[in-house]
């Protein structure tokens, strides 16, 4: 009996461990899973670059100085009676105002004088010339005699034509005397000292003053020779602004007025005199450049033609990095000719278009493959798609 019953289950004990091998060696025949690639390609920021024209701007610093100084002197000698308000340091005059005034009695008394004797050579040449017409109609009367000279009192009469010119300088020495007891500012001036007062003798070429000039300014400004290449062929003209920088600021316009046409041993600079109309604002209205100022001069340089501005952190030792057309990053050499600024200007080197690197992995290799960011992968979504088809 039990050996009957060991007959009838040998061939299902058999079968069922045949399907449980057949499926586990199925099992470890079957290929694994493919695991999902990583890509460790850096990820950096891009930016096209393109070239455009720039206008290079020049800036220089200096002080702001009078176009001229003058040491203020009396012409003649005398007592001073009275002098302007205005007439004090730090005071201003306008031009032709009366500075001070010196008494003038003398001087009156002297033109008279000189008045007196003109009018007596002037009637001395009247008495000469009746004579010498009466000399020349008795010499008419008898034709054939001959007349000297002295007979038709030539001489006399340019003797008394150079006392009447004698008479007329002194009147003219004597009026000038006397015009200059009243001393005026000979422009619109800032006065910086004055000497005398009220009662004091003075003696005709005693310096009584010192003026500065302020209808015109000048500021003496540096070029350093990195700049002075970017200046135009010609600077005579050229509108430039002047900033006074602080918590009050502002700025005024202003124009190169030369070149002083050497260059100094020492810096190996040239210097460009910038003047500035009407520095204290009289006539204008504007905000005063007081003389000593330091002020910075803004102006136009030369414009360059199809130049790349670029971020100075970006170019390291004249070097920047692009993305290639492979999405590989590839260092190129490039021409720095101008630094403004947070900006380095390129002339050379880039082309138009090329993918700047703004943000570099942290050790760039030439040809290292890299992702932009913000820019989906093309051959990545390619490669997706083909396997969603396969598996369709």
């Not at 701007?57 to 205005?86: C, D, F, K």
């Not at 007891?181 to 005398?196: M, Q, W």
């Not at 403004?340 to 002339?347: C, Q, W």
Request: proline share 4%; hydrophobic share 40%.
């Amino acid at each position: 009996m039990r050996t009957s019953i060991l007959k009838w289950a040998l061939p299902f004990v058999a079968l069922s461990v045949g399907i449980a091998g057949f499926a586990g060696i199925n099992a470890m025949a079957q290929e694994p899973e493919k695991k999902e690639v990583v890509d460790t390609r850096p990820v950096v920021k891009v930016e096209p670059v393109a070239a455009n024209d720039h206008q290079v701007m020049i800036n220089s610093y200096g002080e702001v100085r009078p176009l001229e100084s003058t040491y203020l002197s009396a012409q003649v000698s005398g007592e001073v009676v009275s002098w302007h308000p205005n007439f004090v340091a730090g005071g201003i005059v306008a031009r032709g105002e009366t500075l001070f005034s010196i008494e003038k009695d003398n001087y009156q008394a002297a033109v008279l004088q000189a008045e007196a004797e003109l009018a007596q050579a002037q009637a001395q040449l009247i008495e000469e010339q009746a004579q010498a017409q009466v000399a020349e109609d008795e010499a008419k009367r008898f034709p054939g005699k001959e007349r000297t000279a002295l007979f038709l009192r030539e001489p006399q009469v340019l003797s008394a034509q150079a006392s009447v010119k004698s008479a007329q300088a002194r009147l003219k020495r004597a009026q000038r005397d006397l015009d200059n007891c009243e001393v005026t500012a000979p422009y619109d001036a800032l006065v910086v000292n004055r000497e005398i007062g009220v009662g004091q003798y003075i003696n005709m070429g005693t310096q009584v003053a010192e003026l500065n000039n302020i209808e015109t300014a000048e500021v003496i400004i540096p070029i350093a020779g990195f700049d002075s290449v970017f200046l135009p062929e010609r600077v005579k003209g050229i509108t430039a602004t002047v900033i006074k920088t602080g918590l009050h600021g502002f700025t005024r316009e202003a124009v190169i007025d030369r070149d002083l046409g050497v260059v100094d041993n020492a810096t190996r600079m040239s210097s460009l005199v910038v003047r500035i109309e009407d520095p204290y604002g009289l006539v204008n209205k504007q905000h005063a450049i007081k003389y000593g100022s330091y002020v910075q001069v803004s102006f136009a340089g030369t414009t360059l033609q199809n130049i790349y501005r670029l971020p100075q952190e970006l170019v390291n030792n004249q070097t920047v990095w692009i993305v290639n057309d492979e999405q590989q990053l590839e260092p190129r050499k490039v021409k720095v000719i101008r630094e403004e600024g947070e900006y380095f200007y390129i002339s050379d080197g880039l082309e138009a278009n090329d993918q700047l690197v703004l943000t570099l992995p942290e050790y760039p290799q030439k040809g290292m493959a890299v992702k932009i960011a913000g820019v989906q992968d093309v051959k990545k979504v390619e490669a997706l798609d083909s396997a969603a088809t396969e598996k369709l």
